[in-house]
């Protein structure tokens, strides 16, 4: 299975589309993954039209913000367990690998939410036992030196955080 997980922020400009167009044939993925997609559920069905994709599913936007959308084919096999405004949380069924989980994650981006988004990840891991995998945006970094500017980040917010999470 292939899949893109992309942070594009609004479907709405005519550059996004052209960039998922490429995208889509240069790479066919089986699944796209959308994240703040600042649009309602209309808009990705028209979207699936474009990319010549089988199927969609849309959280739509809260407000003037957020929304996530996946994008599937129909060669893929899988069923949507849970969402929310910051997931979509997917059983994969694969004729190699089995049943495994797909989780495409988009964190809170207001920093005094972040050590709640981690909590968020931490119960979701505990929602399956089956193999995972979580894409998306997670609006944080795992090394302190990827950070730029003055602000210094809490230890607590760096690659520390995945082990307390067992991944």
């Known amino acids: 299975m292939s899949c ?6 609004g479907v709405g400009s005519p550059s996004t589309i052209l960039n998922l167009k490429y995208l889509n044939q240069t ?20 979207l699936k039209y474009i990319l010549n994709l089988d199927s969609c599913f849309c959280v739509d936007r809260e407000g003037r913000g957020g929304g996530i959308t996946i994008l599937w084919r129909n060669s893929i096999s899988f069923n949507i367990t849970n969402y929310s405004q910051n997931h979509v949380d997917l059983e994969v069924k694969d004729n190699q690998k089995g049943m495994w989980r797909l989780t495409g994650f988009y964190s809170f981006s207001e920093g005094g939410k972040r050590k709640a988004s981690w909590n968020f990840l931490r119960n979701l891991a505990n929602l399956s036992s089956l193999s995972w995998c ?18 210094d980040r809490p230890n607590w917010r760096t690659h520390t955080r995945i082990n307390t999470i067992g991944m």
């Open 4 to 9: 893109i997980s992309w942070n594009c922020r």
């Open 27 to 46: 790479y066919k993925p089986d699944v796209i993954i959308l994240f703040e997609t600042l649009c309602l559920s209309n808009k990705i069905e028209e």
């Open 134 to 151: 979580v894409i998306g945006d997670f609006n944080d970094i795992l090394h302190v030196s990827e950070k730029k500017g003055r602000t």
